[in-house]
Nanobody, 126 residues
């Protein structure tokens, strides 16, 4: 499985941005897709995740609940993270990852994800 993240950029505080994660290869191995983020000097942080074939099953970190929405378009093998009401503390490199283990939940640890994209930078200016 290969993952290609895109859509990052510079946005003002309070603005919106959508990042995309396109999957290719053996996408049948994907159980869930998640977005993580990593700011300079900080650990990689779980942001949001979704079961690949059950887009109604999502999970979010508390700091983005009500502002971010994760979704999938299985016909396009793509996952999206719609971000709104952006804050300066949302500034980070956003990485998408895919989990191949058949779990009944969305994993939140980076070590649970076997496949990673290259990341896309989101900068929120104040």
């Amino acid at each position: 499985v290969q993952l290609q993240a895109s859509g990052g950029g510079l946005v003002e505080v309070g603005g919106s941005l959508r990042v995309s994660c396109a999957a290719s290869g053996r996408t049948g191995n994907i159980n869930a897709v998640a977005w993580f983020r990593q700011a300079p000097g900080k650990e990689r942080e779980f942001v949001a995740g979704v079961r690949w074939l059950n887009s109604g099953h999502t999970d979010y970190t508390d700091s983005v609940k009500g502002r971010f929405t994760i979704s999938t378009d299985n016909a396009k093998n793509t996952a999206y993270l719609q971000m709104s009401s952006l804050k300066p503390e949302d500034t980070a490199v956003y990485l998408c990852a895919a989990d191949r283990v058949r779990r009944l939940y969305v994993a939140k640890l980076p070590s649970s994800y076997a496949y990673w994209g290259q990341g896309t930078l989101v900068t929120v200016s104040s």
